[in-house]
Each structure stands twice: as C-alpha cells, then as structure tokens.
C-alpha cells in the first residue's frame, strides 16, 4: 500500500532495494506508492521493471506523464481468487509533489484523478470483474470522500495516514456500498479481508484487523537469513550507540511525537536557532525507557533523500504564515485539500490553534519565552527537511549527523516535554485528552 522501500538506514544506503528483496522473498503480489517517490523517478523504475518484472505487479493509476498523459505505470490487474474475478486498481499518495521534492519526479503528475478512477472501475467491470478493490494511498479521509463519489468499488484497502481502523466503514454512493479500511503501519496490525461473492455481487464481507506481536512468533529462517545478509555490511554503523533514552520515545501524534520534540531541541540547540521547525511525518518506530538510542534507531525516524538542515531568517508574518499553511493542509474541512501529514512540530515558539476555524484564521496567541511573536520582528528558525530544489542545491548537515552530534553530547536523553499548542474549539471530541479550551 506505500511507504514500503524507504524509512530505514539500509533502505536509504541501498535505495530500497533491502526492502524490494524482503517483499519478493514475502511474496507480495501487489504494490502501490508514496515515500517510494523520494527515490526518484530512475530508481523507482529500475525497481519496478527489473527486481519487479513478472513478480510483483506495481499499480497505480493517478501517475501520468506530464507531457502527455500517458499512463507511467499499469493501472490495474485483474486476478482469479478462488475462482472469482477479482480487479485490483492502484492508487498512489496524490500529493507526492506537494508533500516531497517535486524535483525528484519532474515528469510525473499525481492527483486523485476521480474521473480517471471512475473509468477505470467501469472498464474492470466491462471486462468481467465480479469484485473490485482499491489499493489507495490516498490516506483515510479521502477514501471516505473518494467512495462516496466513485461508484463500483467494493472495498477499498488504505494506506498513509497509519489508521488502525477495527472494523470497515461503510460509505454509500450513488450504487450502492464501498467498504473503506486502513490497516495502520509497521507491521503492527494483520488486515485480512475474505469476500463472498454470487455471481457480480459482494454478498457479504469478513475482515478481520490483527495484532501481530513479533515477539511471540517463530522467525521465518529464509527472511532471517536475508535480513542478516542486507545488515551485515552495515552493522557496526546501525548498532553505534549515541545515547540512552530516560523517558518513552515515540513519533506519532497529531501535533507532536517525543522523538520530535528530541529532533527540535537538538535542532535548535546545534544551530543556535530561536525556534525550530521539523516535518509532521508519520513514521518511525518507538523506544522504551532505558533504551539505547542507536544510529539505526534515528535514522527509522530521519532516513530520507533530502536531509538537509536549515538555518533560516523569518518574520513573524512568515511564522504565521508556515503555520497557517501547514494547518490548512491537515484541517481543510475538504479531504481532498488535505495535502500532507501530520501538524509541522514546532519547538521554542507557543501558539494556539482553532482546527475549525477558516483558513488562514486557525493560528494565534504566538509567542517565544512569554513574548508575543512581532509581525515584522525577524527571527532565528532551524529546520530540515526542505522540497525546494534550491535547498537541494545550497545542500546542509544532513539531521542524521546534526542529530548524532547532539545525542553524544547528552550522553542521557531525560523524558521529553512535548511542546504542544493549545488547541481551541474542539471540546467534547473523544480524540483529546488535554490543552483543550
């Protein structure tokens, strides 16, 4: 479903190929994209036409060329299951050269592509289909929105925003019932869905999401081996220990993760920076209290193709402006103006936030040290992570060796305290805890 060969220290050394070697030794049939894309346009192809070929079928239907149109990869495939023709159509994250460097796919354009979507489920149908899934990357909201707009698709199966949704949601439309799911990430839920279908019908569902606790389950020898085989030439640089974690290490949350907070705080104290900003991503893996923090362990967390740190003059005005931005990307009352990941962590500046309220009115109250943030007062913002190809050509300390440096240099990572915004308007929702007014 995407986010599968990028994420780790020896899937970046290796360009995915450590992790295109484990999904052919698994057996995957089917795969579409996201973070696949920071490998750029080349590699992803090589991928895809040579470790690939005639063993796991690459979908997705919404990547064109920008020239022409054309189809870049295969929007469909169509597969007998038990003796049923089931078609399965390929959907990649729509917004990679938003969210990513446009630069590392120049000649390819993404989208949600619904009118695309929709004539493709009326040609598997033409042709037999008697069920029909969409693998999607789209993340959940839009799913939600693209089933009940796009007709004839039975389940859809999702990916990005790492949902671990127990049972499917059931969307109507026009024809009928599209079933929406998402099976979180990191292989940390099983999802297993069997349909029954009579004649060109779905007559019934059973989906089941699974934990999988890795602990309890005997290692396959053939991936155990070949997981040793991708370590081995990097093993002395993946165990190097940088730190010992005191507190509960973690990246996922809407606003801001532990291992986040980690980042800005050494962001702004190796750049000698005012505030910091870093990106909302939504992988990684966590640490438990009395951990070892190892360079494998931070690079789960910052291993991508445009590192890069940044050192930036901005004006409050500016500030606000990012913020406000970023906000919209993820409260845009439109899932399909929902662009990006989670809330831009933020370290040094406070602010509140309405996630309600219209766009660019969402932020206020911003202030550093308990003074308020000046429109045209200029300040001192560290960051990473930039899509600009002028970033790319400036280049920058890669957070990785930034971030190492400063984890040496603490020796003892005490428990994180999460600088978070107070959050406005939303009393009542059973998603927050705290910092509600």
Request: aromatic content about 8%; glycine content about 10%.
């Amino acid at each position: 479903g995407g986010d599968t060969l990028q994420g780790s220290g020896t899937a970046l050394w290796s360009q995915g190929q450590d992790m295109a070697d484990a999904a052919l030794l698994l057996g995957v049939d089917v795969m579409t994209a996201h973070w696949e894309m920071t490998l750029g346009e080349a590699r992803v192809k090589q991928i895809i036409e040579k470790d690939f070929k005639d063993k796991i079928t690459f979908l997705a239907q919404n990547i064109v060329t920008a020239d022409f149109g054309d189809a870049v990869f295969e929007p469909y495939t169509m597969r007998v299951m038990n003796g049923v023709q089931v078609a399965i159509i390929g959907q990649a994250f729509p917004y990679t050269p938003v969210a990513n460097p446009r630069y590392l796919v120049p000649n390819w354009t993404f989208g949600i592509q619904e009118e695309s979507m929709q004539k493709r489920v009326n040609e598997v149908r033409a042709k037999g289909a008697q069920a029909v899934v969409l693998l999607s990357h789209n993340g959940m909201d839009v799913d939600l929105k693209l089933a009940s707009r796009v007709t004839g698709i039975d389940v859809i199966l999702g990916g990005h925003t790492h949902d671990g949704v127990p049972a499917p949601i059931k969307v109507e439309n026009t024809a009928g019932i599209t079933l929406v799911t998402n099976a979180g990430s990191n292989g940390k839920y099983l999802a297993v869905l069997d349909l029954e279908v009579k004649g060109n019908t779905v007559t019934d569902v059973r989906y089941k999401l699974m934990p999988i606790f890795a602990n309890l389950l005997p290692a396959d020898t053939a991936m155990s081996t070949l997981i040793k085989k991708i370590r081995a030439p990097f093993e002395t640089k993946l165990t190097e220990k940088l730190a010992v974690t005191e507190g509960l290490l973690y990246r996922r949350g809407n606003f801001n993760g532990s291992f986040d907070q980690l980042i800005l705080d050494g962001l702004m104290a190796e750049k000698n920076a005012e505030m910091a900003f870093s990106p909302g991503f939504r992988w990684g893996t966590s640490l438990l209290p009395g951990q070892a923090i190892t360079l494998e362990h931070l690079l789960d967390q910052t291993a991508i193709s445009y590192p890069w740190t940044t050192v930036t003059n901005m004006s409050g005005t500016t500030i606000k402006t990012i913020l406000e931005d970023v906000a919209d990307n993820l409260f845009n009352p439109d899932p399909y103006y929902q662009q990006g990941g989670d809330m831009v962590r933020v370290g040094g500046l406070q602010y509140s936030i309405d996630p309600n309220a219209v766009a660019g009115q969402r932020i206020s109250a911003m202030n550093l040290r308990g003074k308020a943030i000046e429109a045209e007062k200029i300040y001192k913002v560290a960051g990473w992570a930039p899509v600009a190809e002028a970033a790319r050509d400036v280049g920058g300390e890669p957070i990785w060796d930034l971030m190492s440096r400063y984890l040496k240099s603490l020796k003892t990572v005490k428990a994180r305290q999460l600088n978070l915004p107070v959050i406005k308007g939303v009393a009542g929702n059973p998603g927050i805890a705290s910092s509600v007014n």
